[in-house]
């Protein structure tokens, strides 16, 4: 294999650019050209092809975002847009493909391998709802980021003894909400996933106040419903005064944490090794401690009866430890 392509698609997260920077460091060290595509699909279809090398990737491995770009793509759906990309890149001469992204992106990537282009795909997200791996790149950093929001937002709320309800990113997924309530001690957490009766919020609300704190924090997922619709019923329902917070893209932000850089690098590497070794079709990941690889065509599961325990199991430790 002499030429690959790497493209960011979806969402940004932190840790893509060390991704990128694996791929390219890893596939110039074995002879082999690296190509970037900017603007994910989009850009494919377009032919905004660079070739990279280490000195374009010499500085990214701590910065926040994509290099590459990234956007979501309603062409790339259609059959039209995928001939398109194709043409691009077989006239590119590009023999292998390194997508990083989410859900959506690696049903972009299952298309092309299905018309004969060599892919590998990279769990890039922050909501970590990739079927297949324990985490997700980007996942790690914005948990982080959301428990020191929500640690600032205490100091506040112990101020004025208010209960916030902090909404958080997600998606479909309720891991950001679950890790980051826990480590910042919630009172509450709402999650797709498994259904909390608000009566039980409610409840758990009045509970921390008779108990003498200050303060309330409510974490919601973005996928049960809106900060501001959970805040109007702990509202109607407890004599407190209630603030909401929406974290939004901050979550997205900022220079990747460690775990995500080197998650990033590892899985980076390795997707050019298996592209030199005829090895495609796959999204790679970490399970239990260790690179894991996964059908490109298995990746759109539901959701993981493994996982599923799991988040019950943090739930229950979260109500076991709340004030
Ligand atoms: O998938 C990442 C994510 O940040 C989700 O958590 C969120 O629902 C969505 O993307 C927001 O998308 P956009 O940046 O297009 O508004």
Redesign the pocket.
């Known amino acids: 294999m002499k030429r690959i392509a790497v493209m960011t698609s979806?969402?940004d997260s932190p840790g893509m650019n060390a991704a990128v920077r694996g791929v390219v460091v890893r596939a110039e060290n074995i002879g082999v050209e690296t190509i970037g595509i900017y603007n994910g699909y989009e850009g494919m279809m377009e032919g905004r092809f660079k070739k990279l090398t280490m000195k374009d990737v010499d500085d990214v491995m701590h910065r926040g975002g994509t290099v590459l770009h990234s956007a979501?793509s309603e062409r790339f759906k259609t059959k039209e847009g995928q001939q398109d990309a194709l043409d691009q890149l077989k006239a590119q001469g590009i023999e292998g493909l390194v997508v990083i992204g989410?859900d959506g992106s690696y049903k972009g990537a299952l298309a092309l391998q299905e018309a004969g282009i060599s892919v590998i795909g990279l769990p890039g997200?922050?909501?970590n709802d990739i079927y297949g791996t324990d985490f997700t790149i980007g996942y790690d950093t914005a948990v982080n980021t959301a428990m020191e929001a929500v640690d600032k937002i205490r100091d506040t709320a112990s101020s004025h003894l208010r209960t916030y309800v902090v909404e958080v990113?997600?998606?479909d997924a309720g891991d950001i909400a679950i890790e980051c309530g826990l480590a910042a001690g919630a009172e509450s957490i709402l999650i797709p996933e498994i259904e909390t009766p608000m009566e039980e919020c409610i409840e758990r609300v009045e509970r921390a106040y008779r108990r003498g704190k200050k303060h309330s924090i409510v974490i919601v997922a973005?996928g049960v419903a809106s900060g501001g619709e959970v805040a109007d019923q702990i509202a109607q329902a407890v004599d407190v005064e209630v603030r909401v917070t929406v974290l939004g893209?901050i979550q997205?932000g900022g220079n990747p944490s460690c775990f995500d850089r080197l998650l990033a690098t590892k899985l980076g590497s390795e997707a050019v090794n298996m592209l030199a070794e005829g090895e495609s079709g796959y999204a790679l990941g970490r399970q239990n401690n260790r690179l894991s690889k996964r059908k490109l065509s298995e990746t759109g599961e539901d959701v993981n009866p493994r996982v599923l325990e799991e988040k019950k199991e943090k739930l229950t430790l979260a109500k076991q430890c709340a004030i």
């Open positions: 979806g969402g979501r989410g997200t922050i909501d990113m997600g998606r973005e893209h997205r």
